[in-house]
């Protein structure tokens, strides 16, 4: 370290625009760690049973403010699950109404708990075509599910084959690529500038796909979309610490308990709210972009978001290395938090 490298960073108080936060006991376990760093996050809404409309979403975020810790701050900012039969109708109230501020594609069987997603995608045309008239944006898990296509191409097989047409077709709306794990979907927003953003989660910018399988297999490291080569984590972290406003953060913080994630046929989701903040800060330090930390994860979410940054500040410190706990302790059984594999230098005051 020179003298001249900075050992404090100020930012304004990032968001989280993709976050899972369970129901229940899980999310009164997991809900401090997220609201302890991050002002508001946009809820995944795949529960079971999925929060399909309004009044689900207006009662979910009552359960997560009913969870929230006395004297923290956070606002949840709902998001409804897309089946072939939402009604437009509803989606259009909830987003007058404040409830709901997008709406999530899921295909059908392609994550956790997305079997109530869409199959036939023009069935969801109308509901699309009143999103695009409305301004409200969708959030899209960007992977086929067709039992032919290898799973490390299923996410550039999709924009082909499925995202690229519905933008076609309804070429208002506007458009989040969730957890964008290739090279080729940073492609892909580079070139379509209009109605397009993407967030990128904290552990694709650290892990590729050895680190799941080389040398024993590390459920921890396994989540939906799959890490791929290093070619692409190269290419996310270049796109996200390049300040480019369509790139943002979403963690993608999806707790399973331990026994959930370690059987035979375990769950996919990794676990970074606690200690996201620092393993950014390290990412984008070790790229010499410390700089552009700001406008990945508080300023560039918002402007998609047409919503205003956050007027309140965090402070990151450089020191010795940061003391996380290896799993939290939740009323729904442990969860593991995830290992960067190297030591956390910046913590958040
Ligand atoms: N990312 C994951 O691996 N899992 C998420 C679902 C999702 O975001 O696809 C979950 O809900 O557990
Ligand atoms: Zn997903
Ligand atoms: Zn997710």
Redesign the pocket.
């Known amino acids: 370290m020179t003298d001249t490298a900075p050992t404090r960073l100020t930012i304004r108080r990032p968001d989280d625009w993709h976050l ?1 936060l369970r129901d229940g006991d899980m999310l009164a376990g997991v809900l401090p760690h997220t609201a302890a760093h991050f002002g508001r996050a946009i809820i ?1 809404p ?1 529960l079971v049973p999925p929060v399909t409309t309004g009044a689900m979403a207006a009662a979910y975020r009552e359960r997560i403010m009913a969870a929230l810790p006395e004297g923290m701050k956070f606002e949840p900012l709902m998001v409804l699950y897309l089946t072939e039969d939402t009604d437009p109708e509803d989606v259009a109230a909830a987003h007058k109404a404040g409830i709901a501020t997008s709406v999530k594609l899921y295909p059908a069987g392609a ?3 997305s079997s109530s997603g869409v199959r036939d995608f023009d069935k969801v045309r109308p509901v699309l075509e009143k999103m695009a008239e409305i301004g409200m944006p969708l959030c899209v ?1 960007g992977e086929v599910t067709d039992s032919d296509i290898d799973i490390f191409d299923r996410e550039a097989v999709f924009i082909d084959r499925v995202l690229h047409p519905i933008r076609k077709k309804v070429p208002d709306l506007r458009v989040v690529m969730e ?1 964008v794990t290739t090279q080729d979907a940073v492609d892909y927003v580079r070139d379509n500038h209009k109605n397009l953003g993407a967030t990128i989660t904290t552990h694709h910018l650290i892990i590729n796909r050895n680190h799941i399988l080389a040398g024993g297999i590390k459920p921890h490291f396994y ?2 979309p799959v890490a791929k080569r290093e070619k692409h984590r190269i290419a996310l972290v270049e796109a996200a610490t390049s300040g480019d406003p369509r790139f943002f953060l979403g963690t ?1 913080s ?1 707790p ?1 308990s331990d026994p959930n994630k370690l059987q035979a046929c375990g ?3 990794i676990f970074t709210a606690p200690n996201t903040m620092s393993c950014l800060a390290e990412v984008f330090e070790a790229a010499g972009k410390l700089k552009k930390l700001e406008a990945f994860a508080s300023l560039n979410g918002p402007a998609f978001y047409k919503l205003p940054a956050s007027e309140q500040t965090i402070t990151l410190v450089k020191g010795d290395p940061v003391q996380y706990p290896e799993k939290i302790h939740t009323g729904a059984g442990d969860v593991t938090v995830f290992d960067p594999g190297f030591p956390l230098h910046w913590r958040v005051e």
């Open positions: 899972h995944m795949n994550t956790t708990n898990h957890h989540c939906l993608d999806a399973h769950c996919a989701g």
